[in-house]
């Protein structure tokens, strides 16, 4: 009874933890492990086991007598903003490194004295220096998921519990080195992983469209999957440092040289944990920078096969490395792949890299009857022959796409989460619909929809929507507390669930949606049909064959990849080259086509200073600290902005006034939005007119300096300070536009 109350009275807060009580227990204790020579049985004797397996020594690399290019991109200093975004955006809850101090407690930390941190991370990377307690790791012993023998070490993972302090400056280095990638084209446009707006979806999307491109002008595919063995663990730092010297700013290459140095970390296991001790290979796995600085790493290994003009494709996702060509063979395929093979592992051999045979795998993609037996030969000696199916990326990819061994296993994992749901409540009594509802929606649809966007066509998949419903059938009567005889139709109504074929359409259109918004070199843009994309040169029907992906009558046509049935899907949204432009009609519906246009995705450069943000108080206290500023600005060299906007019988208008002084008059501007927009856009719209009258102004009379705009929306003034593309990318940019001619803004 008292569990029964408990689950009746439970908040959404704590929803999860509730959940996590219906799963089994299992031993956190690590048995006696087993390598062909010794048996480690004593804490002591795993933790050297440990070591000596999970840390090998350093390989052995011979440095280029290739002097490296000299650091051309310019280095600016990191500012008082990126430093406190950076450690607000860490979780309070992430476990701490060795010295005991978390995320929480370094808030607080830095609220009283935020002078004293800002100074030292802004020294520290300046320097190019990672300071030695930083450098120190607490080891927890993980094991890897679904291993078949957890008696040997390769069944486990070490992950490095950094200090808190450390993990702020590898954030902030991290970051600047994506964002330095992505600016200048350092990294190889088919790694995906540990990159902004890349996914392993994204991954998949590309390998299949490429296979299904293949097929529909009579070719054959074929793909050789590689893994980095080791990967993080065995990344030697001369090496790394070689590739670093990519034009990476030198404050840069040198703190990963310090951050490398004279490492120490203290494994922990089974309740105890051992004193620290050096480390000297690898980079930590649970550092923020670790990701960014492995595809660095990893980068010549995809101009070198590029080099050789094999033909193929290399699309990748950190340490998940795959080979694909089309031909008319695979026998030709396989012989290419070997070649293919042959310089990877040339070429790993001498840049310190090793590839993980057992892992490695090879599959040719035909969609026929007949089953294709050709195998290759790694350079090593081992042979592989075809998988009828593959895992890659967490999606299993079988050798005609049918997706069917994919969704069958996400229906499995979906149904063994549900077993636990289902534990928390029945006809009578447990968790509250709403409760039930969240959960579901929370761990459940994730697990069964993954890898939707890939494998959905809309077409010939019905046994595999009917499986995929009698889940949700399944969790909708539990949730609803209904009996088995209830229509399933209403059970979908009831609970307000889209039924399985609308959610997964609606996926689809949802990752097509997101495509538009993904800058021209991302890889799946590339391979988007034209006037898809408003700026990538996308590949024109013709080329593509088979149905237009925007036509607009009903055809029997298939289209040639997944790829282009997603393209297809919003189609009626988008303007071709045979529609006119529409306007918002005054009747407030949304116009039947929209006409798309390209902006920039980085406008900004590093360190540049965001809009600077007064958090707000009471609206008497707001009034009278903005009267005493008013007092010390200088008339003739400020602008004082006032920008609004409102909403009245549901239309939207937006106004700005700008203040009288004795060089420039008063002024005042209104406009309508019509019916369309909200009260943010009128607000986003004054301010950016505000500064594009500054700008006109600040060209006429050289005396201003500078220019305040006040307005009273938070929403607007936090869009500000960055250009993500969120709601109102192009006003926000255009803002950081006009506000460079000008010394301050505000």
């Known amino acids: 009874e008292f569990f029964d109350k408990y689950l009746a009275d439970t908040g959404s807060n704590i929803l999860f933890d509730v959940l996590k009580m219906t799963r089994p227990k299992r031993s956190h204790l690590i048995p006696t492990l087993h390598t062909e020579t010794s048996v480690a049985v004593k804490f002591g004797e795993k933790a050297a086991l440990f070591r000596k397996t999970l840390f090998p020594p350093p390989p052995a690399y011979a440095p280029s007598m290739t002097p490296p290019l000299q650091p051309s991109y310019e280095w600016v200093p990191v500012t008082d903003d990126e430093i406190k975004a950076i450690l607000f955006a860490c979780s309070p809850k992430k476990a701490p490194g060795p010295d005991g101090v978390n995320f929480a407690c370094l808030r607080h930390a830095y609220t009283a004295l935020p002078s004293w941190f800002n100074m030292l991370y802004r020294t520290v990377l300046n320097l190019g220096y990672h300071p030695r307690s930083w450098r120190e790791a607490t080891g927890a012993i993980v094991p890897k998921p679904k291993k078949a023998d957890y008696t040997a070490v390769k069944s486990y993972r070490i992950v490095s519990l950094l200090n808190c302090m450390g993990k702020v400056a590898e954030k902030l280095v991290a970051f600047r080195l994506a964002q330095l990638c992505e600016d200048k084209s350092l990294l190889h446009t088919g790694q995906m992983g540990g990159r902004k707006h890349r996914s392993s979806q994204d991954a998949v999307m590309a390998l299949v469209h490429d296979i299904e491109l293949g097929w529909s002008r009579g070719l054959t595919s074929s793909a050789l999957l590689l893994d980095v063995k080791g990967a993080f663990d065995n990344v030697s730092k001369v090496r790394l440092l070689e590739s670093s010297g990519m034009r990476i700013p030198k404050p840069l290459v040198e703190w990963v040289s310090s951050f490398m140095s004279d490492r120490l970390i203290a494994l922990a296991f089974d ?88 892992k490695s795998e090879l599959i040719h993609f035909a969609n026929t009857n007949k089953v294709p037996t050709c195998p290759m030969v790694l350079p090593n000696g081992t042979e592989l022959r075809p998988l009828p199916s593959v895992r890659w990326l967490g999606i299993l990819l079988d050798r005609k796409l049918s997706f069917r061994p994919h969704v069958e296993n996400r229906i499995a994992a979906a149904g063994r989460a549900l077993s636990s749901l289902l534990r928390l409540s029945t006809t009578e009594k447990g968790l509250t619909l709403s409760n039930m509802r969240q959960l579901y929606q929370a761990c459940i649809l994730p697990v069964i929809d993954f890898g939707s966007e890939v494998w959905w066509k809309g077409y010939n998949q019905d046994y595999l929507v009917k499986r995929i419903q009698l889940v949700q059938n399944t969790a909708s009567r539990r949730i609803l507390g209904a009996f088995r005889t209830t229509p399933t139709d209403l059970l979908d109504v009831e609970a307000a669930l889209f039924p399985a074929s609308i959610r997964l359409q609606y996926n689809q259109r949802r990752y097509a949606v997101r495509l538009l918004r993904l800058p021209e070199s991302h890889p799946v843009v590339q391979r988007c049909p034209e006037l898809f994309h408003p700026t990538a040169d996308g590949i024109t029907d013709k080329e593509l064959g088979g149905a237009p992906w925007h036509a607009t009558e009903r055809t029997k046509w298939r289209y040639p990849s997944r790829l282009i049935r997603v393209a297809h899907s919003i189609h009626h949204l988008l303007l071709n080259g045979d529609t006119e432009e529409l306007s918002a009609p005054e009747t407030g519906t949304f116009p039947a086509n929209l006409e798309l246009s390209a902006l920039p995705t980085a406008p900004i450069r590093p360190g540049y200073l965001p809009v600077p943000y007064t958090p707000p108080t009471s609206k008497s206290e707001a009034a009278v600290a903005h009267l005493e500023l008013l007092t010390t600005l200088n008339p003739r060299k400020h602008l004082v902005f006032y920008s609004d906007g409102s909403k009245l019988d549901n239309k939207i208008g937006a106004g700005v006034y700008l203040r009288p002084s004795r060089a420039i008059p008063a002024e005042s501007h209104s406009f309508s939005l019509g019916s369309t927009s909200e009260v943010f856009d009128a607000e986003l719209q004054a301010c950016y007119y505000a500064c594009v009258r500054a700008k006109a102004l600040a060209r006429r009379n050289r005396t201003i300096t500078d220019c305040w705009v006040f307005l009273d929306n938070t929403s607007v003034i936090h869009r500000l300070r960055h250009t993500s593309p969120t709601a109102g990318q192009a006003l926000a940019i255009g803002v950081h536009e006009v506000r460079t001619p000008l010394t301050t803004w505000e």
């Open 271 to 358: 309740g105890s944990k051992e004193e620290l001790q050096p480390v000297n290979t690898g980079i930590p796995q649970g550092s923020p920078c670790s990701p960014i600085l492995f595809l660095i790493y990893l980068k010549p290994l995809f101009n070198e096969l590029e080099r050789h003009k094999l033909n193929i494709q290399t699309p990748s996702y950190i340490d998940d490395v795959a080979i694909m060509l089309t031909g008319k063979s695979t026998v030709k395929n396989a012989a290419t792949l070997q070649k293919a093979a042959v310089i990877a592992f040339e070429w790993a051999r001498g840049n310190a890299i090793a590839f993980d045979d057992s």
